[in-house]
T-cell receptor, first 114, second 115 residues
Framework: DTGVSQNPRHKITKRGQNVTFRCDPISEHNRLYWYRQTLGQGPEFLTYFQNEAQLEKSRLLSDRFSAERPKGSFSTLEIQRTEQGDSAMYLC????????????FGAGTRLSVL | KNQVEQSPQSLIILEGKNCTLQCNYTVSPFSNLRWYKQDTGRGPVSLTIMTFSENTKSNGRYTATLDADTKQSSLHITASQLSDSASYICVVSPDNNTNAGKSTFGDGTTLTVKP
């Protein structure tokens, strides 16, 4: 499969626990994005990497959220001390040299915080 | 504030019928507009991408139009199929290679195609 891969697909956790999601972008893509999507809403931008550098962060990305892309390939998104309001679909996308236009999305990780 | 408004919020049509979804935006300056299809529980998949100089773009039974003067776009689906049931999201970006976070996503139109 040469698309964007996200793991796990579903995560159920208790409030206060930490969770980590992984995203494997399309191999030749140097740009990687994280979004959050709640039911009935469009995706909301969280953060953007170009290679290993985190170039943009949304104000939505509170201090409980951290994202890394250590080798410029896969990325992780960690949420510490989860809250019920963190329940959402977390989407990862990647794009190549044609800029932000052609973003390919993964299937997402659905987080449920009980 | 840059906004993207989509209408209708939801739509139910019979299989084989045509439909048109609307997207109005206030993003300025404008670089490109994208339509995505998102199946339930899946990530969005790109349907069309248009720059400000393009008026129409087709992808099979999907045809997108753009009026950059009135800041309106539409997505027309011809001869709908059951598999067209999904959320259709309009995304507008102010530029191409900077400000990844400045792309504005609409909340989508949920289309249900019934047999």
């Amino acid at each position: 499969d040469t698309g964007v891969s996200q793991n796990p697909r579903h995560k159920i956790t208790k409030r206060g626990q930490n969770v980590t999601f992984r995203c494997d972008p399309i191999s030749e893509h140097n740009r990687l994005y994280w979004y959050r999507q709640t039911l009935g809403q469009g995706p909301e931008f969280l953060t953007y990497f170009q290679n290993e550098a985190q170039l943009e962060k949304s104000r939505l990305l509170s201090d409980r959220f951290s994202a890394e892309r250590p080798k410029g390939s896969f990325s992780t998104l960690e949420i510490q001390r989860t809250e019920q309001g963190d329940s959402a679909m977390y989407l990862c996308a990647s794009s190549g040299e044609r800029g932000h236009n052609i973003q390919y999305f993964g299937a997402g990780t659905r987080l449920s915080v009980l | 504030k840059n906004q993207v408004e989509q209408s209708p919020q939801s739509l139910i049509i019979l299989e084989g019928k045509n439909c048109t979804l609307q997207c109005n935006y206030t993003v300025s300056p404008f670089s490109n507009l994208r339509w995505y299809k998102q199946d339930t529980g899946r990530g969005p998949v790109s349907l069309t991408i248009m720059t400000f100089s393009e008026n129409t773009k087709s992808n099979g039974r999907y045809t997108a139009t753009l009026d950059a003067d009135t800041k309106q776009s539409s997505l027309h689906i011809t001869a709908s199929q059951l598999s067209d049931s999904a959320s259709y999201i309009c995304v507008v970006s102010p530029d191409n290679n900077t400000n990844a976070g400045k792309s504005t996503f609409g909340d989508g139109t949920t289309l249900t195609v019934k047999p």
